[in-house]
C-alpha cells in the first residue's frame, strides 16, 4: 500500500455485502446502517443506477465511481456498507484494491441464497415490477465468491435479523439497546 493509495484510519470500517439479486443484501445494509445512524454510507444501486444510469456491464464507469466514493467516505471517517450484486469478475479488483488500501477492518460477506429463494423473495420486493423472473435468472451467478480467505458466507437460512446481528457483532459495530416498554 502506498501513501497516496491508503485511506481511511484505524478505525473506518469497511463492510462489503454481496449476493445475487433478492438475496436481501440492500435490507441487510440499510438495517446495518439504520442501526448504526450517522456516519456510515453508501448504496451501490444508486450511484450505478440512478447517477450513472449505467447497466452493470464489463467497462462501465460504475466500479470507478463507487471506489472512489467510497474513498471519499472513509476519508473523511465514514463507516461504509458497500452492498450490491458486484459480480465477482467485474467488482472484485476494485473490492481487492479498497481492501488493501483501506487502514481499518473490511469485512466480507457474501449472501448464499439460491435461485429459487431469490426468486420467490422477489416476488415480496416494492421493485417487484421492475424486473422480470427471466431477468433474475439472467443475472444469477451461483456462489459468486471472490475466493478472499476471510469473506463470510451467510446462508439462506439466517433470517434478516440474524443476518444483521451478525454482520454487526463480527464488524464490532454497536448493538442498539432495547427500547424500553
Known amino acids: 500500500m502506498t501513501e497516496d493509495a491508503a485511506v481511511g484510519s484505524p478505525e473506518t470500517k469497511l463492510l462489503v455485502i454481496r449476493g445475487n439479486s433478492g438475496s436481501g443484501k440492500s435490507s441487510v445494509a440499510r438495517q446495518v446502517r439504520y442501526r448504526y445512524g450517522r456516519g456510515m454510507a453508501l448504496e451501490q444501486d444508486y450511484l450505478r443506477r440512478i447517477v450513472l444510469r449505467e447497466r452493470d ?26 452492498e450490491g450484486i458486484l459480480i465477482s469478475h467485474r467488482y472484485g479488483p476494485m473490492i481487492s484494491a479498497l481492501r488493501r488500501d483501506h487502514r481499518g477492518d473490511t469485512y ?19 421493485q417487484a415490477s421492475e424486473f422480470t423472473a427471466e431477468d433474475m435468472r439472467g443475472w444469477y451467478r451461483p456462489r459468486d465468491l471472490l475466493g478472499m480467505p476471510d469473506e463470510m458466507v451467510i446462508p439462506e437460512s439466517a433470517s434478516l435479523e440474524e443476518t444483521v446481528a451478525f454482520i454487526q457483532h463480527t464488524a464490532g459495530l454497536a448493538v442498539p439497546s432495547p427500547v424500553a416498554g
Open 108 to 126: 466480507v460477506f457474501y449472501l448464499d441464497v439460491s435461485l429459487e429463494e431469490t426468486l420467490r423473495r422477489h416476488t415480496l420486493r416494492p
Open 57 to 82: 456491464v464489463d467497462g462501465g464507469l460504475a466500479p470507478e465511481l463507487i471506489s472512489q466514493t467510497v474513498r471519499l467516505a472513509l476519508r473523511h471517517g465514514y463507516h461504509v456498507v458497500l
